[in-house]
C-alpha cells in the first residue's frame, strides 16, 4: 500500500475526520469555538499542510487518577483532528502488520476478548487441565514515558517511503519534549503499537512462541515447561531494552499457574472461572458511589458479566433499585 500525503491533508479526509473527532464533544468549549468557523479552520489547516507551514500547538497538562495518577497531555483541537485524520489512513495499513494476539486499541479487539484468548490459550496449554499450565505475566515500566522517539522514527521510515508524511509525522511525534509520547494523543494509540509490534514479532518468530498474548504494556505467556519461560523472561528483557530502550517492572514478573490464580487485565483467573481483582472492584465501587449515572452502572455490569461475579452484580442491581426507590 502507498502512502500518499496528498490523501492524508486532503479536504475530505479532514471532513472524515472532523466528524469522527466530535461525536460526544460538540458541547466542549474550545470544540464549540473551533467549529464557529469551520470550513476556515479546516481550509487553513489543509493549507498549512499542503505548503509544510504546519507547526504543531503544544499541550494543555493536567493529572487523572484512573487506576493510578497519570499526566495527560491534551492538544489543541486543530491539533487533535489532525491525529484522527492521519489515524483514518494510517491505521488500517498498519493494523494488517499487527500479531493477531495483540488486543490493544485496534478494531474488533479489546479487554473482553483478550481475557477470552487468555481463557482459550490456559486451556489448550493445560490439555483441558490436565497437564500443567505455567504463565509468565510481566508489563513494561514506564511504558508511554519511556518509548523512544528516534527509535520510533526508524521504524516508521522501514514502512513508509512518503517523506512528506514521515515528516510530518516526526512534527507531531518530536512535538512532545523531551521523550515519551503523550497519553491524550489518538495517534500515541497507534504509534504504541507499532512501537511493540517489533517485540510482537520478536516473540512470536524469533522465540518461536505460540501461546502469547499482548494489551498495550501488559503480556502473558503460556507454557507446560517453567524453565522455558525462565529463561525467555531474560532474553526478553535483553531485547527490550536493547532494542526499544524499554524495561519490565521488576516487581510484577510473574511466573505462576492457574491453581494460584493469575492476575491479567483487572481479573484473577483460574482454570474454569475468573474473579475480579479486588482494586478493580473497589476502584468501581468508588465510581459507582461518585457517579450514580445509569449509564455507569450498565457499563460496570457489562464488564461483570466476563466474569464470576454474581454477588458483586447482586449487590449492584440493589443500589441501583434502592436509588431509584428514594428517588420516587
Known amino acids: 500500500m502507498v502512502h500518499k500525503f496528498e490523501d492524508l491533508i486532503s479536504i475530505d479526509n479532514l471532513l472524515f475526520a472532523w466528524q469522527e473527532f466530535v461525536k460526544g464533544k460538540r458541547s466542549k468549549k474550545d470544540v464549540l469555538v473551533f467549529s464557529y468557523n469551520l470550513m476556515d479552520n479546516i481550509f487553513g489547516l489543509h ?7 504546519y507547526k504543531y500547538g503544544g499541550y494543555q497538562q493536567f493529572k487523572v487518577s484512573d487506576p493510578k495518577p497519570r499526566t495527560i497531555h491534551k492538544a489543541s483541537v486543530r491539533d487533535r483532528l489532525l491525529h484522527r485524520a492521519v489515524y483514518r489512513i494510517l491505521y488500517p495499513f498498519f493494523d494488517k502488520t499487527f500479531i493477531a494476539d495483540s488486543f490493544s486499541c485496534r478494531n474488533n479487539k479489546g479487554t473482553h476478548k483478550a481475557i477470552n484468548r487468555f481463557r482459550d490459550f490456559a486451556k489448550k496449554v493445560s490439555k483441558n487441565n490436565t497437564k500443567q499450565c505455567w504463565i509468565l505475566k510481566c508489563d513494561i515500566k514506564k511504558f508511554f514515558a519511556s518509548i523512544d522517539q528516534d527509535i520510533l522514527i526508524n521504524i516508521l521510515e522501514k514502512h513508509m517511503q512518503d517523506k512528506n508524511t514521515l515528516n510530518l509525522l516526526k512534527e507531531i511525534i518530536f512535538s512532545f519534549k523531551p521523550c ?54 531474560i532474553v526478553i528483557q535483553d531485547f527490550l531494552q536493547n532494542k526499544l530502550k524499554l524495561n519490565l517492572h ?33 476502584r468501581m465501587w468508588h465510581k459507582l458511589l461518585k ?19 454474581e454477588k458483586i452484580k447482586a449487590k449492584i442491581q440493589s443500589f441501583i433499585f434502592g436509588g431509584i426507590c428514594d428517588r420516587i
Open 47 to 53: 493549507h498549512d499542510l499542503a505548503n509544510h507551514t
Open 180 to 233: 515519551g509520547l503523550p497519553l491524550g494523543n489518538l495517534t500515541s494509540q497507534l504509534f504504541v503499537n507499532i512501537y511493540l509490534n517489533k517485540f510482537d514479532q520478536f516473540v512470536k518468530h524469533q522465540l518461536k512462541t505460540k501461546h502469547y498474548i499482548r494489551y498495550a504494556d501488559d503480556f502473558a505467556i503460556f507454557s507446560q515447561n517453567k524453565s522455558e519461560l525462565e529463561i525467555k523472561v
Open 250 to 282: 521488576q516487581d510484577k514478573i510473574y511466573i505462576k499457574t492457574l491453581v494460584l490464580g493469575v492476575d491479567f487485565l483487572g481479573w484473577v483467573n483460574f482454570f474454569n472461572h475468573r474473579v475480579i481483582r479486588t482494586k478493580t472492584k473497589k
Open 291 to 309: 457517579s450514580r449515572k445509569i449509564e455507569t452502572f450498565s457499563s460496570y455490569l457489562g464488564l461483570l458479566s466476563h466474569g464470576n461475579a
